[in-house]
Protein backbone atom coordinates (compact mmCIF):
# COMPACT_ATOMS: atom_id res chain seq x y z
CA UNK A 1 0.00 0.00 0.00
CA UNK A 2 1.28 3.59 -0.84
CA UNK A 3 0.11 6.94 -0.41
CA UNK A 4 0.16 8.72 -3.66
CA UNK A 5 -0.22 12.44 -4.15
CA UNK A 6 -1.36 13.72 -7.58
CA UNK A 7 -1.54 18.21 -7.85
CA UNK A 8 -3.91 19.04 -10.28
CA UNK A 9 -5.81 16.14 -10.82
CA UNK A 10 -8.82 17.88 -11.37
CA UNK A 11 -7.25 19.46 -14.68
CA UNK A 12 -6.79 18.32 -18.31
CA UNK A 13 -3.70 16.13 -17.90
CA UNK A 14 -3.71 15.36 -14.57
CA UNK A 15 -7.40 14.02 -14.82
CA UNK A 16 -6.28 11.40 -17.02
CA UNK A 17 -3.07 10.48 -14.87
CA UNK A 18 -5.27 10.08 -11.47
CA UNK A 19 -8.16 8.03 -13.55
CA UNK A 20 -5.44 5.53 -14.85
CA UNK A 21 -3.62 5.25 -11.26
CA UNK A 22 -6.72 5.02 -9.57
CA UNK A 23 -7.94 2.28 -12.05
CA UNK A 24 -4.59 0.20 -12.52
CA UNK A 25 -3.24 0.52 -8.81
CA UNK A 26 -5.81 -0.66 -6.53
CA UNK A 27 -3.11 -1.20 -3.84
CA UNK A 28 -2.13 2.88 -4.06
CA UNK A 29 -3.98 5.45 -2.56
CA UNK A 30 -4.75 8.03 -4.62
CA UNK A 31 -4.82 11.88 -3.38
CA UNK A 32 -6.06 14.39 -5.78
CA UNK A 33 -4.99 17.85 -4.52
CA UNK A 34 -6.41 20.76 -6.54
CA UNK A 35 -7.62 24.58 -5.81
CA UNK A 36 -10.30 24.24 -8.43
CA UNK A 37 -8.64 27.29 -10.28
CA UNK A 38 -11.40 28.56 -13.42
CA UNK A 39 -8.98 25.07 -15.06
CA UNK A 40 -9.89 22.72 -12.43
CA UNK A 41 -13.22 20.95 -12.92
CA UNK A 42 -14.52 18.41 -10.21
CA UNK A 43 -16.45 16.77 -13.55
CA UNK A 44 -13.35 15.42 -15.04
CA UNK A 45 -12.69 12.65 -12.59
CA UNK A 46 -16.91 12.16 -11.80
CA UNK A 47 -16.26 8.43 -13.06
CA UNK A 48 -13.71 7.12 -10.20
CA UNK A 49 -15.04 9.41 -7.29
CA UNK A 50 -16.81 7.04 -5.68
CA UNK A 51 -13.74 4.82 -6.00
CA UNK A 52 -12.21 3.19 -2.79
CA UNK A 53 -8.54 4.49 -3.28
CA UNK A 54 -9.52 7.81 -4.45
CA UNK A 55 -9.49 10.62 -2.14
CA UNK A 56 -10.23 14.49 -3.50
CA UNK A 57 -8.66 17.28 -1.24
CA UNK A 58 -9.21 20.47 -2.26
CA UNK A 59 -6.27 23.27 -1.43
CA UNK A 60 -3.64 25.51 -2.79
CA UNK A 61 -0.49 24.60 -3.06
CA UNK A 62 0.62 28.38 -2.56
CA UNK A 63 -0.58 27.65 1.35
CA UNK A 64 2.27 26.71 3.23
CA UNK A 65 0.92 25.67 6.02
CA UNK A 66 -1.92 23.59 4.52
CA UNK A 67 0.69 21.67 2.46
CA UNK A 68 2.90 21.05 5.51
CA UNK A 69 -0.08 19.75 7.10
CA UNK A 70 -1.32 17.27 4.69
CA UNK A 71 1.83 15.70 3.88
CA UNK A 72 2.53 15.21 7.75
CA UNK A 73 -1.21 13.53 7.41
CA UNK A 74 -1.09 11.39 4.43
CA UNK A 75 2.89 10.79 4.39
CA UNK A 76 2.91 10.58 0.83
CA UNK A 77 5.58 7.95 -0.81
CA UNK A 78 5.59 9.49 -4.07
CA UNK A 79 4.34 12.68 -5.64
CA UNK A 80 3.01 13.43 -9.56
CA UNK A 81 3.21 16.92 -9.39
CA UNK A 82 1.17 18.83 -12.40
CA UNK A 83 -0.59 21.59 -10.34
CA UNK A 84 0.03 24.79 -12.51
CA UNK A 85 -0.95 27.59 -14.31
CA UNK A 86 -0.56 26.36 -17.94
CA UNK A 87 -1.82 28.95 -20.58
CA UNK A 88 0.71 30.86 -22.60
CA UNK A 89 -2.13 33.81 -23.33
CA UNK A 90 -2.68 34.46 -19.61
CA UNK A 91 1.19 34.20 -18.56
CA UNK A 92 1.51 37.43 -20.95
CA UNK A 93 -1.18 39.06 -19.43
CA UNK A 94 -1.10 37.99 -15.77
CA UNK A 95 2.64 36.63 -14.73
CA UNK A 96 2.56 36.90 -11.13
CA UNK A 97 0.07 33.85 -10.82
CA UNK A 98 2.44 31.69 -12.79
CA UNK A 99 5.38 33.15 -10.99
CA UNK A 100 3.61 32.26 -7.80
CA UNK A 101 2.23 28.54 -8.16
CA UNK A 102 4.71 27.19 -11.13
CA UNK A 103 7.84 28.09 -8.95
CA UNK A 104 6.44 29.08 -5.43
CA UNK A 105 3.77 26.29 -5.14
CA UNK A 106 6.62 24.21 -6.62
CA UNK A 107 9.31 24.75 -3.74
CA UNK A 108 6.54 24.12 -0.85
CA UNK A 109 5.34 20.98 -2.38
CA UNK A 110 9.23 20.08 -2.36
CA UNK A 111 10.27 21.71 1.41
CA UNK A 112 7.42 19.46 3.01
CA UNK A 113 8.28 16.05 0.98
CA UNK A 114 11.79 17.04 1.80
CA UNK A 115 11.46 17.90 5.37
CA UNK A 116 9.11 14.07 5.86
CA UNK A 117 11.69 11.90 4.21
CA UNK A 118 14.80 13.19 4.68
CA UNK A 119 15.94 10.98 7.26
CA UNK A 120 15.34 8.14 4.94
CA UNK A 121 13.75 8.63 0.95
CA UNK A 122 14.20 4.43 0.28
CA UNK A 123 11.17 4.46 -2.00
CA UNK A 124 10.48 7.94 -2.02
CA UNK A 125 10.01 9.81 -5.11
CA UNK A 126 8.84 13.67 -6.60
CA UNK A 127 7.88 13.29 -9.95
CA UNK A 128 7.15 16.70 -11.69
CA UNK A 129 5.92 17.05 -14.85
CA UNK A 130 7.23 19.48 -17.17
CA UNK A 131 7.03 21.07 -20.44
CA UNK A 132 9.15 21.37 -23.67
CA UNK A 133 8.92 25.55 -23.85
CA UNK A 134 11.75 25.41 -21.36
CA UNK A 135 13.78 24.82 -24.10
CA UNK A 136 12.16 28.12 -25.94
CA UNK A 137 11.89 28.03 -29.93
CA UNK A 138 13.60 25.74 -32.44
CA UNK A 139 14.32 27.11 -36.41
CA UNK A 140 13.17 24.87 -38.74
CA UNK A 141 15.35 21.75 -38.13
CA UNK A 142 16.24 20.56 -35.19
CA UNK A 143 14.80 18.66 -32.15
CA UNK A 144 14.92 19.33 -28.45
CA UNK A 145 16.52 16.43 -26.22
CA UNK A 146 17.07 16.19 -22.84
CA UNK A 147 20.20 17.99 -22.64
CA UNK A 148 18.93 20.71 -24.80
CA UNK A 149 19.82 24.17 -23.10
CA UNK A 150 16.94 25.94 -21.05
CA UNK A 151 16.16 29.35 -23.20
CA UNK A 152 12.03 29.71 -22.06
CA UNK A 153 10.59 32.63 -23.90
CA UNK A 154 7.31 33.40 -22.05
CA UNK A 155 6.36 34.34 -18.52
CA UNK A 156 5.11 30.51 -18.71
CA UNK A 157 7.67 28.70 -20.13
CA UNK A 158 10.03 30.48 -17.70
CA UNK A 159 8.31 29.58 -14.38
CA UNK A 160 8.16 26.04 -15.37
CA UNK A 161 12.27 26.12 -16.30
CA UNK A 162 12.39 27.88 -12.97
CA UNK A 163 10.53 25.07 -11.10
CA UNK A 164 12.81 22.59 -12.84
CA UNK A 165 15.92 23.77 -11.91
CA UNK A 166 14.46 24.46 -8.14
CA UNK A 167 13.29 20.37 -8.32
CA UNK A 168 17.25 19.63 -9.70
CA UNK A 169 18.80 21.46 -7.08
CA UNK A 170 16.62 19.69 -4.26
CA UNK A 171 17.99 16.34 -6.04
CA UNK A 172 21.61 17.98 -5.62
CA UNK A 173 21.89 19.77 -2.04
CA UNK A 174 19.43 17.21 -0.14
CA UNK A 175 19.81 14.21 -2.44
CA UNK A 176 15.94 14.40 -2.88
CA UNK A 177 14.86 11.82 -5.43
CA UNK A 178 13.00 13.23 -8.41
CA UNK A 179 12.33 12.51 -12.11
CA UNK A 180 11.28 15.35 -14.04
CA UNK A 181 9.66 14.76 -17.70
CA UNK A 182 9.17 17.23 -20.43
CA UNK A 183 6.37 17.02 -22.82
CA UNK A 184 5.47 18.73 -25.98
CA UNK A 185 1.49 19.65 -26.73
CA UNK A 186 -0.94 17.24 -25.17
CA UNK A 187 -4.98 17.38 -27.07
CA UNK A 188 -7.68 15.19 -25.64
CA UNK A 189 -11.05 14.97 -23.56
CA UNK A 190 -11.56 17.27 -20.59
CA UNK A 191 -9.05 20.43 -22.21
CA UNK A 192 -10.28 23.55 -21.10
CA UNK A 193 -11.60 25.51 -24.35
CA UNK A 194 -8.66 28.22 -24.23
CA UNK A 195 -6.20 26.09 -25.59
CA UNK A 196 -6.49 26.33 -29.81
CA UNK A 197 -7.97 22.56 -30.15
CA UNK A 198 -11.01 22.82 -27.87
CA UNK A 199 -11.20 26.21 -28.44
CA UNK A 200 -11.87 25.63 -32.23
CA UNK A 201 -14.10 22.97 -31.18
CA UNK A 202 -16.32 25.06 -29.64
CA UNK A 203 -16.21 27.76 -31.60
CA UNK A 204 -16.68 25.89 -35.14
CA UNK A 205 -19.75 23.94 -33.01
CA UNK A 206 -21.26 27.41 -32.39
CA UNK A 207 -20.10 28.74 -35.94
CA UNK A 208 -17.65 31.19 -34.20
CA UNK A 209 -14.67 33.06 -36.17
CA UNK A 210 -11.39 30.62 -35.69
CA UNK A 211 -8.84 33.21 -34.41
CA UNK A 212 -5.63 32.10 -36.06
CA UNK A 213 -2.61 33.71 -34.70
CA UNK A 214 -0.21 35.50 -36.93
CA UNK A 215 0.21 34.06 -40.24
CA UNK A 216 -0.43 30.42 -38.54
CA UNK A 217 3.03 29.08 -39.51
CA UNK A 218 4.01 27.99 -36.05
CA UNK A 219 4.93 24.48 -35.68
CA UNK A 220 3.69 22.02 -32.71
CA UNK A 221 4.27 18.65 -32.14
CA UNK A 222 1.04 16.81 -30.52
CA UNK A 223 0.85 14.19 -28.18
CA UNK A 224 -2.68 12.25 -27.58
CA UNK A 225 -3.18 13.19 -23.59
CA UNK A 226 -3.88 9.32 -22.84
CA UNK A 227 -0.46 8.50 -24.41
CA UNK A 228 1.15 11.35 -21.96
CA UNK A 229 -0.57 9.25 -18.64
CA UNK A 230 0.02 6.52 -19.71
CA UNK A 231 4.42 7.59 -20.31
CA UNK A 232 3.73 9.21 -16.81
CA UNK A 233 2.91 5.78 -15.14
CA UNK A 234 5.73 4.20 -17.06
CA UNK A 235 8.27 7.27 -15.69
CA UNK A 236 6.89 6.86 -12.36
CA UNK A 237 7.39 3.16 -11.62
CA UNK A 238 10.63 2.78 -13.84
CA UNK A 239 12.06 5.78 -14.91
CA UNK A 240 15.68 6.40 -13.21
CA UNK A 241 16.15 8.71 -10.34
CA UNK A 242 17.27 12.41 -11.20
CA UNK A 243 16.82 11.62 -15.21
CA UNK A 244 14.57 13.92 -17.58
CA UNK A 245 12.77 12.44 -20.33
CA UNK A 246 11.70 13.78 -23.07
CA UNK A 247 7.89 12.77 -24.23
CA UNK A 248 6.21 13.66 -27.71
CA UNK A 249 4.21 12.87 -30.43
CA UNK A 250 6.73 12.86 -33.24
CA UNK A 251 3.89 14.75 -34.85
CA UNK A 252 4.68 18.04 -36.12
CA UNK A 253 1.94 20.18 -37.40
CA UNK A 254 1.82 24.08 -38.44
CA UNK A 255 -1.11 25.26 -37.14
CA UNK A 256 -2.32 25.93 -40.27
CA UNK A 257 -2.69 22.35 -41.50
CA UNK A 258 -3.52 21.12 -38.21
CA UNK A 259 -6.53 23.80 -38.25
CA UNK A 260 -7.45 22.60 -41.33
CA UNK A 261 -7.72 18.84 -40.51
CA UNK A 262 -9.76 19.87 -37.83
CA UNK A 263 -12.11 21.79 -40.26
CA UNK A 264 -11.90 18.91 -42.22
CA UNK A 265 -13.15 16.12 -39.91
CA UNK A 266 -15.53 18.28 -38.29
CA UNK A 267 -17.56 19.48 -41.35
CA UNK A 268 -17.80 15.35 -41.93
CA UNK A 269 -18.75 15.23 -38.49
CA UNK A 270 -21.50 17.61 -38.36
CA UNK A 271 -22.41 16.69 -41.90
CA UNK A 272 -21.83 20.18 -43.08
CA UNK A 273 -20.53 20.96 -46.73
CA UNK A 274 -16.97 20.68 -47.41
CA UNK A 275 -14.99 23.66 -46.90
CA UNK A 276 -17.86 24.84 -44.29
CA UNK A 277 -15.68 25.25 -41.35
CA UNK A 278 -12.50 26.49 -43.01
CA UNK A 279 -14.64 29.64 -44.25
CA UNK A 280 -14.39 30.38 -40.35
CA UNK A 281 -10.77 30.82 -40.00
CA UNK A 282 -9.70 34.59 -39.50
CA UNK A 283 -5.82 36.03 -39.17
CA UNK A 284 -5.82 37.95 -35.79
CA UNK A 285 -3.23 39.76 -33.92
CA UNK A 286 -0.08 37.33 -33.14
CA UNK A 287 0.66 36.02 -29.66
CA UNK A 288 3.36 38.18 -28.09
CA UNK A 289 6.63 36.81 -28.09
CA UNK A 290 5.06 33.66 -29.84
CA UNK A 291 7.86 30.84 -30.00
CA UNK A 292 7.77 29.66 -33.64
CA UNK A 293 8.52 25.63 -33.55
CA UNK A 294 8.67 23.10 -30.71
CA UNK A 295 9.41 19.58 -31.35
CA UNK A 296 10.08 17.07 -28.93
CA UNK A 297 13.13 13.62 -29.71
CA UNK A 298 11.18 11.03 -27.40
CA UNK A 299 13.87 8.65 -28.52
CA UNK A 300 15.30 8.01 -24.84
CA UNK A 301 12.01 6.88 -23.41
CA UNK A 302 11.32 4.65 -25.90
CA UNK A 303 15.05 3.10 -26.25
CA UNK A 304 14.89 3.25 -21.96
CA UNK A 305 11.20 2.30 -21.11
CA UNK A 306 9.77 0.86 -24.65
CA UNK A 307 7.69 3.94 -24.53
CA UNK A 308 5.89 5.34 -28.14
CA UNK A 309 2.18 6.97 -28.80
CA UNK A 310 -0.87 4.72 -29.41
CA UNK A 311 -2.96 6.84 -31.58
CA UNK A 312 -1.91 8.16 -35.15
CA UNK A 313 -2.79 12.22 -34.68
CA UNK A 314 -6.30 11.60 -37.10
CA UNK A 315 -7.04 9.07 -35.10
CA UNK A 316 -6.64 10.99 -31.73
CA UNK A 317 -8.06 14.08 -32.97
CA UNK A 318 -11.37 11.99 -34.13
CA UNK A 319 -11.87 10.61 -30.88
CA UNK A 320 -11.25 14.01 -29.43
CA UNK A 321 -13.54 16.07 -31.55
CA UNK A 322 -16.28 12.84 -30.79
CA UNK A 323 -15.76 13.98 -27.07
CA UNK A 324 -16.81 17.07 -27.23
CA UNK A 325 -19.59 17.22 -29.39
CA UNK A 326 -21.05 13.98 -27.04
CA UNK A 327 -19.93 16.17 -23.83
CA UNK A 328 -21.91 19.10 -24.60
CA UNK A 329 -23.00 19.74 -21.27
CA UNK A 330 -19.29 19.45 -20.10
CA UNK A 331 -18.49 22.65 -22.40
CA UNK A 332 -21.76 24.70 -22.07
CA UNK A 333 -20.45 24.58 -18.09
CA UNK A 334 -17.13 25.59 -18.42
CA UNK A 335 -17.82 28.33 -20.85
CA UNK A 336 -20.38 30.08 -19.19
CA UNK A 337 -19.39 32.73 -16.62
CA UNK A 338 -15.71 33.82 -16.45
CA UNK A 339 -15.22 32.19 -19.49
CA UNK A 340 -16.90 34.74 -21.59
CA UNK A 341 -15.31 37.88 -19.72
CA UNK A 342 -11.73 36.05 -20.69
CA UNK A 343 -12.89 34.98 -24.52
CA UNK A 344 -14.05 39.28 -24.76
CA UNK A 345 -10.64 40.34 -23.93
CA UNK A 346 -8.34 37.78 -25.21
CA UNK A 347 -10.32 38.02 -29.22
CA UNK A 348 -13.03 40.73 -29.18
P1 LIG B 1 -4.61 22.65 -16.65
O1 LIG B 1 -4.54 24.14 -16.63
O2 LIG B 1 -5.68 21.98 -17.45
O3 LIG B 1 -4.79 22.10 -15.15
C1 LIG B 1 -4.05 22.62 -14.08
C2 LIG B 1 -4.70 22.15 -12.79
O4 LIG B 1 -3.93 22.67 -11.69
C3 LIG B 1 -6.13 22.67 -12.60
O5 LIG B 1 -6.97 21.63 -12.16
C4 LIG B 1 -6.00 23.74 -11.54
O6 LIG B 1 -7.15 23.88 -10.73
C5 LIG B 1 -4.81 23.23 -10.73
N1 LIG B 1 -4.09 24.33 -10.07
C6 LIG B 1 -3.67 25.50 -10.62
N2 LIG B 1 -3.08 26.27 -9.68
C7 LIG B 1 -3.13 25.56 -8.52
C8 LIG B 1 -2.67 25.82 -7.20
N3 LIG B 1 -2.08 26.98 -6.88
N4 LIG B 1 -2.85 24.87 -6.25
C9 LIG B 1 -3.46 23.70 -6.56
N5 LIG B 1 -3.94 23.41 -7.79
C10 LIG B 1 -3.76 24.33 -8.76
O7 LIG B 1 -3.17 22.16 -17.06
P2 LIG B 1 -2.71 20.92 -17.95
O8 LIG B 1 -2.72 21.31 -19.36
O9 LIG B 1 -3.46 19.72 -17.50
O10 LIG B 1 -1.18 20.81 -17.49
C11 LIG B 1 -0.83 20.02 -16.35
C12 LIG B 1 0.67 20.08 -16.19
O11 LIG B 1 1.32 19.56 -17.35
C13 LIG B 1 1.25 21.49 -15.99
O12 LIG B 1 2.29 21.42 -15.06
C14 LIG B 1 1.78 21.87 -17.37
O13 LIG B 1 2.83 22.78 -17.27
C15 LIG B 1 2.22 20.52 -17.88
N6 LIG B 1 2.21 20.36 -19.35
C16 LIG B 1 1.08 20.64 -20.07
C17 LIG B 1 1.07 20.42 -21.45
C18 LIG B 1 -0.15 20.70 -22.29
O14 LIG B 1 -0.08 20.60 -23.52
N7 LIG B 1 -1.30 21.01 -21.71
C19 LIG B 1 2.20 19.92 -22.08
C20 LIG B 1 3.35 19.66 -21.31
C21 LIG B 1 3.32 19.86 -19.94
O1 LIG C 1 4.36 22.61 -25.64
C1 LIG C 1 3.71 22.31 -24.45
C2 LIG C 1 2.77 23.43 -24.08
O2 LIG C 1 1.70 23.39 -25.01
C3 LIG C 1 2.26 23.35 -22.65
O3 LIG C 1 3.32 23.47 -21.77
C4 LIG C 1 1.22 24.44 -22.38
O4 LIG C 1 0.68 24.27 -21.09
C5 LIG C 1 0.12 24.32 -23.42
O5 LIG C 1 -0.80 25.38 -23.24
C6 LIG C 1 0.69 24.36 -24.84
O6 LIG C 1 1.20 25.68 -25.17
P1 LIG C 1 0.92 26.37 -26.60
O7 LIG C 1 1.02 27.82 -26.43
O8 LIG C 1 1.72 25.72 -27.67
O9 LIG C 1 -0.62 25.90 -26.81
P2 LIG C 1 -1.93 26.69 -27.32
O10 LIG C 1 -3.01 25.67 -27.48
O11 LIG C 1 -2.22 27.89 -26.51
O12 LIG C 1 -1.49 27.18 -28.77
C7 LIG C 1 -1.07 26.27 -29.77
C8 LIG C 1 -0.68 27.08 -31.00
O13 LIG C 1 -1.87 27.68 -31.55
C9 LIG C 1 0.27 28.23 -30.69
O14 LIG C 1 1.18 28.39 -31.78
C10 LIG C 1 -0.64 29.46 -30.60
C11 LIG C 1 -1.75 29.12 -31.59
N1 LIG C 1 -3.08 29.66 -31.25
C12 LIG C 1 -3.59 29.42 -30.01
C13 LIG C 1 -4.81 29.93 -29.64
C14 LIG C 1 -5.37 29.68 -28.25
C15 LIG C 1 -3.79 30.40 -32.18
O15 LIG C 1 -3.35 30.58 -33.32
N2 LIG C 1 -5.02 30.89 -31.82
C16 LIG C 1 -5.55 30.70 -30.58
O16 LIG C 1 -6.67 31.21 -30.31
Known sequence: MKNILITGGAGFIGSHVVRLFVNKYPNYQIYNLDALTYAGNLENNIDISKASNYTFVKGNIKDIDFINNLFKKHRFDGVIHLAAESHVDRSITNPNDFIETNILGTANLLNAFRDLWQDNYEGKLFYHVSTD?????????????????????????????????????????????FVISNCSNNYGANQFPEKLIPLFIHNIRNRKSLPVYGDGNYTRDWLFVEDHAMAIDLIFHKGKIEETYNIGGFNEWTNLNLIHLLCKQMDEKLKLQEGTSAKLITFVKDRAGHDKRYAIDATKLNRELGWKPSVTFEEGLSKTIDWYLENEEWLNNVTSGAYKDYYKKMYD
Open 133 to 177: EVYGSLGKTGLFVETTPYDPQSPYAASKASSDHIVRSYGNTYKLP
